[in-house]
């Protein structure tokens, strides 16, 4: 293979690329090493990180190789031949590296009682911290021309940042007793407190966490829809009040107990009222119709509410009549005026 006079590496229109794999390792002291702004070059003998350069153009050296040169024991001066992995890291921050939960996390919310399916969407920025590090434990081997683009490494890091987050919004929201209704306000702080928890992980690798950010705690229509429905009953027991609440709730369930096949009965099993709602129901009949003042019918003897315009049992008119001849008020039930002894008309 010819020997490399001169390496460089001018990096990607898209500017995506994380780590680049030079495809010589043939190389010679006295060739012209370029790092470009951006970038830094790791040299590797055997699998050993050797020497590291920032950016700036060289000529390659026992100088500059010191590590390399302790591992080859090339002699000094001339141009000897040696053989090396190079590898161009790129340091500048990514700060778009996106992250979200693929699968929700149910929790029941404290305020509502409701069973939530939570989603957190967000992005990251990342920096190179430890460029050794970095090859060592997150590169491994590589073939030769290959390229690492950022996506890979979101890929790597998307399971340690997405169970963090999903144990931390919990917390917040199951201990914490935070509404996810009301967490917004709370992202900044959840946002900061993520960092920092993932941050030390992340570290291990030779990276650095500048920035984290939650853009979006949600939750499906479908459970939103669930919560708004249990506002719209609390407000109705707030305007109504408990004992009428509980009333009308009540006759909510006899409303729909004609249209059942096991009528009043199994309204209260369909309706949800239990044994002792339904028994305690039961003893308020007797002490309402106590309550209420009652009189007998005067064609069937029946008991009708006083007042009542038609008996409930037979249908007669209960209604006061008077005389077509003197005008003296009947007692319902006359067939004769108790006054001058007409026969009264049907």
Same mark, same amino acid.
């Given at each position: 293979?010819?020997?490399?006079d001169r390496v460089k ?65 090339f002699p000094f001066g ?218 007998? +019918?005067?064609? *069937? ?5 006083? &007042?009542? #315009? =038609? /008996? $409930?049992? @037979? %249908?007669k008119n209960l209604e006061?009549?008077? +005389?077509?001849? *003197? ?5 319902? &039930?006359? #067939? =004769? /005026? $108790?006054? @001058? %002894? ?5």
């Amino acid at each position: 293979m010819a020997l490399i006079d001169r390496v460089k590496f001018d990096g990607l229109a898209t500017r995506d690329w994380l780590v680049y794999k030079h495809p010589s390792e043939s190389l010679v002291t006295g060739t012209q090493l370029i790092v470009s702004e951006g970038q830094a070059v790791l040299f590797v003998k055997g699998g050993q990180v050797c020497d590291i350069f920032t950016p700036g153009t060289y000529t390659l050296s026992t100088q500059n190789l010191p590590i390399l040169q302790s591992v080859i024991n090339f002699p000094f001066g001339g141009k000897t031949p040696f053989t090396a992995e190079v590898f161009y890291l790129n340091t500048v921050t990514k700060l778009d590296v996106s992250w979200g939960t693929s699968d929700p996390i149910t929790i029941i919310d404290p305020k509502y009682s409701t069973r939530l399916r939570i989603r957190a969407f967000g992005q990251m920025g990342l920096r190179l911290s430890d460029y050794a590090v970095f090859l060592r434990e997150l590169i491994g081997s590589m073939q030769q021309s290959e390229f690492v683009r950022f996506d890979k490494l979101q890929q790597f890091f998307r399971g340690v940042i997405v169970q963090r987050i999903k144990v931390i919004i919990a917390d917040i929201i199951v201990n914490q007793k935070i509404s996810a209704l009301e967490i917004t306000p709370k992202l900044d702080e959840i946002s900061e407190f993520t960092r920092s928890k993932i941050k030390e992980t992340i570290e291990g690798y030779g990276l650095d966490v500048v920035n984290f950010f939650i853009k979006s705690i949600n939750f499906p229509d479908e459970d939103f829809d669930a919560i708004n429905a249990v506002l719209h009953k609390r407000a109705e027991f707030d305007l109504i009040g408990d004992s009428r609440y509980a009333t009308a709730r009540t006759f909510d369930v006899y409303e729909t107990a004609a249209g059942n096949e096991s009528g009043v009965a199994g309204a209260f099993v369909a309706g949800g009222v239990g044994l002792g709602a339904g028994v305690a129901l039961g003893s308020q009949i007797p002490q309402v119709m106590a309550n209420t003042k009652m009189k007998s +019918c005067p064609y *069937c003897s029946s008991n009708v509410v006083d &007042g009542a #315009k =038609f /008996c $409930n049992d @037979c %249908g007669k008119n209960l209604e006061s009549q008077k +005389c077509q001849k *003197c005008g003296v008020a009947l007692i319902p &039930g006359s #067939k =004769f /005026c $108790n006054e @001058c %002894g007409t026969e009264v008309t049907k």
